[in-house]
């Protein structure tokens, strides 16, 4: 996968792109990632990339013209134009189902906003999709996008070290269940003992204790997941 990230702070990026999974999935060439500083497309001489509101009121607002053109160079970059995501209050929720589905794809963009968000004529020049984590506002697109990304890489074939690492994950579409609890040694701490059934090595009353425990686990913590 090709990931192209634009942003106002490509800096924020440095280290979560150079440690652990990222880096692995980079290491492995399951992905190639870009970090674009939208100030680069700026013509303003000080490189302004944002103004005041028509209409008053406070904060910036991110301007077309550097992000406009940022969007069209950085999408001629690769022989593929890829799916164009803003980050965005307003967008689709993304949970495990929309990482899924942008796995499967060749080529992502992400575009971080920052201030009070995005002139409204770039998003009808553009028609990207929009993409929210959830109802809350950030300051800023870059921890949005941070979260895609490491949601949606970990899933790229070969990047975790066994393919099995993410099938019983927390809300696998199709699945629709929290993980299972997880224990490791010591098998006693603080008079707490490990489920004896995970000590026998009997696959088949693990998997089965396991799915039981997905299922309790879910009805006690998140009981909305069962109704469908
Ligand atoms: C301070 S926010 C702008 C909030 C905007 N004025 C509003 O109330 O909807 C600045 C930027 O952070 C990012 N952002 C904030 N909350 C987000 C969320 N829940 N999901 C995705 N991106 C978010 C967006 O890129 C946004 O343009």
């Known amino acids: 996968m090709r990931l192209d990230i634009l ?40 490189g302004k990339v944002d103004d005041r509101p028509f209409g008053g009121g406070p904060g910036m607002v991110m301007a077309c013209q550097p992000l406009v053109e940022a969007v069209e160079a950085v999408r001629a970059m ?14 689709r929720r993304f949970d495990q189902r929309v990482a899924e589905e942008l796995a499967g794809e060749g080529r992502l963009l992400l575009v971080c906003g920052r201030y009070e968000g995005f002139d409204e004529r770039i998003f009808d020049i553009l028609e990207p999709e929009r993409l929210s984590l959830g109802d809350f506002v950030l300051s800023g697109g870059e921890a949005a996008a941070m979260a895609v990304a ?6 790229l074939p070969g990047v975790l070290g066994s393919p099995d690492s993410a099938a019983e994950d927390s ?7 929290l993980d299972h609890p997880h224990y490791t040694q010591p098998a006693e701490f603080r008079g707490l003992a490990v489920p004896e059934v995970l000590r026998g090595g009997d696959h088949a009353r ?13 009805g006690r913590f998140r009981p909305d997941l069962l109704q469908g």
């Open 7 to 46: 942003t106002l702070f490509p800096g924020l990026f440095s280290g979560f792109f150079a440690e652990t999974i990222p880096r692995i999935a980079v290491e492995k060439g399951a992905l190639g990632v870009h970090i674009h500083d939208i100030r680069d497309w700026s013509r303003d001489r000080h």
């Open 78 to 91: 690769a022989g593929r134009p890829g799916r164009l995501f803003f980050l965005t209050p307003e967008g």
């Open 150 to 155: 490491d949601a949606v890489i970990r899933l």
């Open 171 to 177: 809300f696998r579409p199709g699945r629709g269940l």
């Open 206 to 218: 693990i998997a089965a204790w396991r799915h039981e425990q997905a299922l309790a686990k879910t």
